[in-house]
């Protein structure tokens, strides 16, 4: 299984990104998507997941209302889109896969990908 994650980059706050995380080597759909994020010296934090199999999705507090995800089941890709952008969203996004039950658990994920750094500039 390989998890495919880009569209980092540097954006001024207030601005957008829409990260992509593509996905292969196994059928995904009984598989949830998530993405988690860490910025320095801080824990690991949810961001949002979806399900593909009936693509009801969840978001951490600090996703809701600025970010969507949502999915290519032809790509077999899972799009982040950021919006609004804040200095703290700074860090690295990762995306990873597992048949979740709390999708808010990094733990329950299986696969990850490498990350892709993200950086708002305030």
């Known amino acids: 299984v390989q998890l495919q994650a880009s569209g980092g980059g540097l954006v001024q706050a207030g601005g957008s990104l829409r990260l992509s995380c593509a996905a292969s080597?196994?059928?995904?759909?009984?598989?949830?998507m998530g993405w988690f994020r860490q910025a320095p010296g801080k824990e690991r934090e949810f961001v949002a997941s979806?399900?593909?199999?009936?693509?009801?999705?969840w978001y951490g507090d600090s996703a809701k209302g600025r970010f969507t995800i949502s999915r290519d089941n032809a790509k077999n890709t899972v799009y982040l889109q950021m919006n609004n952008l804040k200095h703290e969203d700074t860090g690295v996004y990762s995306c990873?896969?597992?048949?979740?039950?709390?999708?808010?658990?990094?733990?329950?994920?299986?696969?990850w990908g490498q990350g892709t750094l993200v950086t708002v500039s305030s």
């Open positions: 979806i399900r593909w199999s009936d693509d009801s999705s």
């Open positions: 080597g196994r059928s995904f759909s009984s598989y949830a």
């Open positions: 990873a896969a597992g048949p979740v039950q709390y999708l808010e658990r990094a733990t329950e994920y299986d696969f």
